[in-house]
């Protein structure tokens, strides 16, 4: 399979300087850039090429510790700027084993384009190969598009990295409970179990029958899961919290309605909607402004 360098471009809208000082100085480097966790310049002679150590953590207390340097850095006489590298690590547990990239700072009329391509050679033969192209490139790929609008985002709006870090976490940690959640009531109580409180408060809150509860029960529990999935899907996720607000205390005064005594329950209906209600509120607020990748391009002009 031939393998496509990693691209990604942006417009930032800053001082070249001051974007220049952002991804050059390894204290400011680290701060945006989702792949490494540390950045460290060693010492060197004048006129000498930097060398620099790097760490990504990967959970666990792992983490993948390499090396890179500085081929050299050009400035143009329209201002632009590139610099070079060349990096890799002899960790036996990386994917990656040795690489080559350049970033670009070119000047437009009202921002600057800054871009970055980059290539590796892969660990682990053909195994290594496939597992890249399949899943570690498109990560990569997207992990250093979502740092170039973090970034973006830092050097336009004054909002530090770290901050938008954990409202984008945050909000992704949010979409993930509720897909959880809703998938899970829609299937294990309703479909796979059925259990008999399901179906005895349906009927009683409608005051139906008990097949024709156990028919409504069956239709609720498929359009719960496909509720959850939307939460994976659907991109406007603050619509998706604000249905919630009045969904929550729509079903829990239908559990109180349907069975008054479920309020003596452990873990009830009630303060179980109610976390969901108030998680579904902090949703709202931090789902403005999230970072995203899709705002970088990342196909060169001219290449398809």
Same mark, same amino acid.
């Given at each position: ?6 691209? /990604?471009? =942006? ?11 952002? !991804? ?37 207390? @792992? ?17 632009? +700027? ?19 990239? *350049?970033?670009? *700072? ?28 399949? /899943? ?5 790929? %997207? ?6 609008? /973090?970034?973006? +985002? %830092? @050097? ?15 909000? %992704?940690?949010? !979409?993930? $409970? #509720?897909? #959880?959640? %809703? ?20 009927? &009683? ?39 919630? $607000? ?9 559990? =109180?309605?349907?069975?008054?005594? &479920? ?7 009630? !303060? ?11 949703? /709202? ?6 970072? !995203? ?12």
């Amino acid at each position: 399979m031939k393998r496509k360098p990693i691209y /990604v471009e =942006i417009a930032i809208d800053s001082e070249m300087d001051k974007l220049w000082e952002a !991804t050059q100085t390894p204290e400011l480097h680290e701060q945006w850039d989702l792949r490494f966790s540390s950045i460290t310049y060693l010492p060197k002679q004048e006129n000498e090429t930097q060398h620099f150590e790097y760490k990504t953590n990967i959970g666990f207390g @792992l983490n993948i510790a390499g090396w890179g340097k500085s081929v050299g850095a050009f400035h143009a006489k329209d201002d632009s +700027r590139t610099s070079s590298l060349h990096f890799g690590t002899d960790q036996a547990i990386s994917i990656i084993r040795e690489g080559k990239g *350049y970033w670009k *700072y070119k000047p437009e009329q009202n921002s600057i384009k800054f871009l970055t391509q980059y290539d590796y050679e892969t660990n682990f033969g053909a195994i290594g190969r496939f597992f890249d192209h399949l /899943v570690f490139r498109p990560l990569i790929g %997207w992990g250093t598009a979502l740092s170039f609008d /973090v970034l973006k +985002r %830092w @050097l336009e709006k004054g909002e530090a990295p770290i901050s938008q870090y954990r409202r984008f976490f945050s909000h %992704w940690m949010i !979409t993930l $409970l #509720f897909f #959880f959640v %809703w998938v899970y009531q829609g299937l294990v109580p309703k479909l796979v179990m059925m259990h008999p409180e399901e179906v005895s408060m349906t009927s &009683s809150l409608l005051s139906i029958t008990g097949s024709e509860a156990y028919s409504l029960v069956t239709t609720i529990g498929m359009v719960e899961i496909i509720f959850g999935l939307i939460w994976l899907l659907y991109h406007h996720k603050k619509r998706l919290l604000k249905i919630q $607000l009045f969904l929550f205390p729509l079903l829990t005064l239908s559990a =109180i309605i349907a069975e008054p005594a &479920s309020l003596s329950h452990p873990f009830n209906p009630f !303060t179980f909607n109610v976390a969901l209600f108030v998680l579904s509120i902090i949703g /709202v607020f931090m789902s403005n402004d999230i970072p !995203t990748a899709k705002s970088c391009k990342r196909t060169r002009e001219g290449v398809k």
